[in-house]
């Protein structure tokens, strides 16, 4: 009963930014964890980073080191992140993914409800 779209993928050089949208709809109300993940083509899925909206709590990968920032804005239902100094290898399709948790899941199957992804490419 939960629905995501993601948007703000595209193409950009290194050294760039980017900033991706998690819409949600439905009754996005009953979630309660918020979370960003990527798989880039030949890996598994990998957790970048999460958000408790019940405990106004934040958790990142170590790979994002301070470079990416997830943010949320409640009165749209839409929560955010911003990707700062990009890099080939985060080249992937960012998806975003909710549910009811009490803690922030880093595995991708603790999560029901997702997005179909959205494509970043970072290239010169």
């Known amino acids: 009963q939960v629905q995501l779209v993601e948007s703000g993928g595209g193409l950009v050089q290194p050294g760039g930014s980017l900033r991706l949208s998690c819409a949600a709809s439905?009754?996005?109300?009953?979630?309660?964890?918020g979370a960003w993940f990527r798989q880039a083509p030949g890996k598994e899925r990998e957790f970048v980073g999460g958000?408790?909206?019940?405990?106004?709590?934040?958790h990142y990968a170590d790979f994002v080191k301070g470079r990416f920032t997830i943010s949320r804005d409640n009165a749209k239902n839409t929560m955010y992140l911003q990707m700062n100094n990009l890099s080939p290898e985060d080249t992937a399709i960012y998806y975003c993914?909710?549910?009811?948790?009490?803690?922030?899941?880093?595995?991708?199957?603790?999560?029901?409800?997702w997005g179909q992804g959205t494509q970043v490419t970072v290239s010169s």
């Open positions: 993914a909710a549910d009811q948790t009490f803690s922030i899941p880093r595995r991708y199957s603790d999560y029901r409800y």
């Open positions: 439905g009754r996005a109300f009953s979630t309660t964890t």
């Open positions: 958000v408790s909206w019940s405990f106004g709590t934040l």
